[in-house]
């Protein structure tokens, strides 16, 4: 049974800074990786995904995923306050099934 | 925005009452999930469907929970006997195959 591990588990950080969140996995089989962000009383939402090792990058977002090590991270460059949310990360296991981790708090302060 | 409805958005029962909620997925999505997520933003996984068929779920869903996504209607995720431990925010998610999936707003249950 896949097991997803994230952490930290809350993270602050000032206004500008580089934020890295960590995501474990325990199937090797997994096949999609993705980050979800969720704003309070918001339905959580897809911010970034990933098939293959290696690297992908959108805007001030990066998402790494290196399968032999079991671990994939989200990195956010020049943090603003409005990145603030719950970050859950995800990884599929056969049978469609999407397996999320328990989240990181991130708050960015002013 | 999400296309993924879920009804009601709040629901208030009693220990020992059934509890139903309902979600209507995007169109064209096959596999719809559902999950609870605890007062500590923890996610689990409930069940999830392919059409209307189950693929798979925990012992909880299997032993008090019954769900179902029957065609051309909505699906439905009922707990037969309401405990205070269930009270969570109850997601339903759907997605057109094994990859990103597309959350409602979920219906927070309370089980006082």
């Known amino acids: 049974q896949q097991k997803v591990q994230q952490s930290p588990e809350s993270l602050i950080v000032p206004e500008g800074a580089m934020t890295s969140l960590n995501c474990t996995f325990s199937d090797s089989a997994s096949q999609y990786f993705a980050w979800y962000r969720q704003h309070s009383g918001k339905a959580p939402k897809a911010l970034m995904s990933?098939?293959?090792?290696g690297e992908k990058e959108e805007g001030r977002f990066t998402i790494h995923l290196n399968k032999a090590s079991l671990h994939f991270s989200l990195h956010i460059r020049d943090s603003q306050p409005s990145d603030s949310a719950l970050y859950l990360c995800?990884?599929?296991?056969?049978?469609?099934?999407?397996?999320f981790g328990s989240g990181t708090q991130l708050t960015v302060m002013p | 925005n999400s296309k993924v409805i879920q009804t009601p958005r709040y629901l208030v029962k009693g220990q020992g009452q059934k509890a139903k909620m309902r979600c209507i997925p995007e169109?064209?999505?096959?596999?719809v999930f559902w999950y609870q997520q605890n007062k500590n933003n923890e996610f689990k996984f409930l069940i999830n469907?392919?059409?209307?068929?189950?693929?798979?779920q925990i012992d909880m869903t299997e032993k008090r929970f019954s769900a179902e996504c029957p065609s051309n209607s909505p699906c439905s995720l009922e707990i037969q006997s309401s405990e205070a431990g269930d009270s969570a925010l109850y997601l339903c998610a759907s997605s057109p195959a094994n990859t990103e999936v597309f959350f409602g707003k979920g219906t927070r249950l309370t089980v006082v």
């Open positions: 169109k064209g999505h096959p596999v």
């Open positions: 995800a990884a599929s296991s056969g049978s469609w099934q999407l397996i």
């Open positions: 469907f392919q059409n209307q068929e189950v693929l798979q």
């Open positions: 990933i098939f293959s090792n």
